[in-house]
């Protein structure tokens, strides 16, 4: 079987071929995607600088880019309940692109070096809108590196929740700490397991952005990506998802808010996942997002626990 035919024999276990082809389709070169980070500065003098250093770019709310994936079809389950919170102000953020010769540049001046702009796939800041968040949340980011979530959090909400970060490889541990400080973002951190937590701490909401095989993060035209995506791979990612949801209920508060995602679009590390332990949460809601040249495929699932 040739890698081509790996990835799409994989995808049929799934999905039928519509959606297979669709999916397929969209696993290409990702843009170059950036935010603002608004615990810095603000969209005015981050363009203001760009313009000045005539970099091109093309911005877009956050809101417009969701809805045109859901007018494509490429976004599935709960899509109401999304489109509910993505117009609120704090979530409808600028979303930048730039191509890859302007990335280049962007990453040598000050805008970068100064943490005034974070580059980040827009798929990734979805899970923090289910997570509802409130002032005064004590929040546990369970596999926060390279920390783009927990930053996400702490922009839009101004600092005004307390985020723990856990990252137990060394290196990935030492980049999310120098990333927390550039960007400004008031977060504590863990360099250890998630597993190892102790089961006394107790937090209001939980997101689990769990290690998975990278499905949705795909692109068909690196001949390279099947040195490590493979059944192994999958079957291993499975096994640790499971583990780590398990500790997260014991880590959860009764009534806490769970949220769980993978950049995934295997069902097997996904809806699958979640028939386990759906006994377990309550008011639960899904959304899948299928890749594109936008997007990395994406799944979420939270809810409360019982």
């Not at 919170?85 to 704090?90: A, D, L, S, T």
């Not at 702490?154 to 307390?162: G, L, Y």
């Not at 095989?213 to 035209?221: A, D, E, K, P, R």
């Not at 990506?225 to 640790?240: H, N, P, V």
Request: net charge positive; with cysteine; glycine share 4%.
């Amino acid at each position: 079987m040739n890698n081509d035919n790996f990835f799409y024999e994989v995808l049929k276990k799934f999905y039928n071929n519509d959606i297979c082809e669709k999916i397929y389709k969209g696993s290409v070169k990702k843009n170059n995607t950036f935010r603002v980070n608004l615990n810095k500065t603000n969209l005015q003098d981050v363009i203001s600088k760009l313009k000045k250093e005539d970099f091109k770019y093309k911005n877009f709310k956050f809101y417009d880019l969701i809805l045109n994936c859901k007018n494509d079809e490429l976004l599935t389950y709960d899509l109401d309940y999304l489109m509910k919170f993505i117009n609120r102000e704090e979530f409808n953020v600028d979303i930048f692109f730039v191509d890859d010769d302007n990335l280049k540049k962007i990453k040598n001046t000050d805008i970068y070096n100064d943490g005034l702009i974070y580059f980040q796939n827009t798929s990734t800041l979805i899970p923090i809108i289910f997570l509802n968040l409130k002032p005064g949340d004590n929040i546990l980011d369970m596999c926060a590196a390279p920390g783009g979530k927990s930053l996400f959090i702490q922009n839009v909400m101004k600092n005004k929740v307390n985020v723990t970060a856990v990252e137990l490889n060394h290196i990935r541990y030492e980049r999310m700490c120098n990333n927390f400080k550039k960007q400004n973002a008031n977060v504590f951190t863990i360099k250890d397991n998630s597993l190892n937590l102790d089961d006394n701490l107790k937090f209001d909401k939980i997101l689990l952005d769990a290690p998975c095989s990278g499905s949705g993060t795909i692109n068909v035209f690196d001949e390279n990506i099947y040195t490590y995506f493979t059944e192994d791979l999958i079957e291993k990612s499975i096994i640790r998802q499971k583990k780590l949801l398990e500790k997260a209920l014991k880590l959860l508060k009764r009534k806490g808010r769970l949220v769980y995602s993978t950049c995934s679009i295997l069902n097997s590390e996904n809806e699958e996942i979640l028939l386990l332990f759906k006994k377990k949460l309550e008011n639960i809601v899904q959304l899948k997002i299928f890749p594109n040249e936008c997007f990395e495929g994406f799944y979420i699932f939270s809810g409360e626990k019982l």
